[in-house]
């Protein structure tokens, strides 16, 4: 909860800057650097018959990310996603990641735009296991690709919304996919 509150602030501050301030300095063909937040729904499954783990659920999760916009058409970003615990009778896990992503945009009009992106995502884990004895819990990381694809829509020169989903297949030790459908708002300096 804390760092989804670090993670709004910051956000919030971003926009408090002024339109004018960087009406100036703002070239169409020049990097920008932006910065956003994000929630989202997403579904877990796993199954894993080497550590007997077999559930799927749903939960909320939450998403700060920077990049830089080299262009229209191509930039690259940093995220940091927050999985909500899931679980079902006898498992639960949490997941939470940091990944770089590059993003290709096709303008489809001056404020709307159609994109895919793709990356690496280097996750945590920790797995709760219960039985009739107790619980054992693992903690589990690993690195995976991912992919995604979304809207952006730009209210503003500095202001944009997205709708997104991205595709999380997390190989390395727990066989996990999980679907992301998010909607981010962000601000571009």
Do not use: C
């Not at 760092?3 to 339109?19: E, Y």
């Not at 690993?142 to 709708?163: H, I, K, N, S, W």
């Amino acid at each position: 909860m804390k760092k989804a509150i670090a993670l709004s602030t910051l956000a919030l501050s971003t926009f408090a800057f002024s339109h004018s301030v960087f009406a100036d300095t703002y070239e169409q063909n020049s990097p920008s650097i932006y910065t956003g937040i994000g929630y989202g729904q997403y579904a877990f499954e796993s199954n894993n018959p080497e550590n007997d783990m077999d559930f799927d659920d749903d939960s909320q999760m939450l998403k700060g990310y920077i990049g830089t916009q080299f262009n229209q058409y191509f930039s690259v970003e940093l995220a940091y996603q927050n999985f909500d615990e899931i679980s079902d009778i006898d498992n639960s896990a949490e997941i939470d990641g940091v990944s770089l992503a590059a993003r290709l945009s096709a303008p489809l009009t001056e404020n709307f735009s159609i994109y895919a992106k793709g990356g690496w995502l280097e996750w945590d884990a920790d797995y709760t296991q219960s039985s009739a004895v107790g619980e054992v819990t693992t903690s589990l990381d690993g690195g995976d690709t991912f992919m995604g694809a979304g809207l952006e829509y730009a209210f503003t020169q500095d202001v944009q919304m997205r709708l997104e989903y991205e595709r999380y297949q997390l190989e390395h030790d727990i066989e996990t996919d999980m679907d992301v459908a998010s909607v981010s708002i962000q601000y571009m300096f």
